[in-house]
């Protein structure tokens, strides 16, 4: 009868385990799935608009509707600093362009803001700080991702 008892409740502990395994493996593959999500829904806006499309005025906003709800906690964290990254580069950006008109050489794109700013060392240093920050911020959030299992593609 001893064993019995003891037996069952053996079953009854790795059913449990089991049940708490298959929980926690089910969550994982959704917070998975919902960051490879974010990704995705990234990716198809910088390919629709290019890279630097992710910090112009129209691909800021559609890169900051990107639902990530379904998302880990610290992967959220994570996104949102980078979007605070990438929305500092945007203003730093539209003040460099904004110098560029005022000095007669306008800058309508990524290309010809770089060449304005590279004329003026702080302007170089202010616009390529954001820059930095951004990417380090993108560097964080692929760390974070790779704790569940997810690699964007590059």
Not at 105 to 111: C, F, G, H, N, S
Not at 118 to 147: F, H, I, Q
Request: proline share 5%; hydrophobic share 45%.
């Amino acid at each position: 009868m001893k064993r019995t008892i003891a037996l069952l409740l053996a079953v009854g502990a790795l059913a449990l385990t089991g049940c708490s395994v298959t929980q926690d493996g089910a969550k994982s593959e959704t917070q998975k799935s919902a960051i490879e999500s974010v990704f995705a829904q990234r990716a198809r806006l910088e390919a629709e608009n290019g890279p630097a499309g992710l910090v112009s005025k129209q691909g800021l906003p559609r890169l900051m509707a990107i639902d990530v709800r379904n998302c880990p906690a610290d992967f959220r964290s994570a996104w949102f600093d980078y979007l605070v990254q990438v929305q500092n580069l945007h203003t730093r950006a539209e003040r460099v362009a904004m110098f560029a008109t005022a000095a007669g050489k306008p800058a309508t794109d990524a290309p010809s803001l770089v060449k304005f700013a590279v004329t003026n060392p702080r302007l170089g240093e202010y616009l390529l700080g954001a820059l930095g920050r951004s990417d380090e911020a993108w560097n964080k959030l692929e760390r974070t991702a790779m704790n569940y299992g997810v690699l964007p593609e590059r």
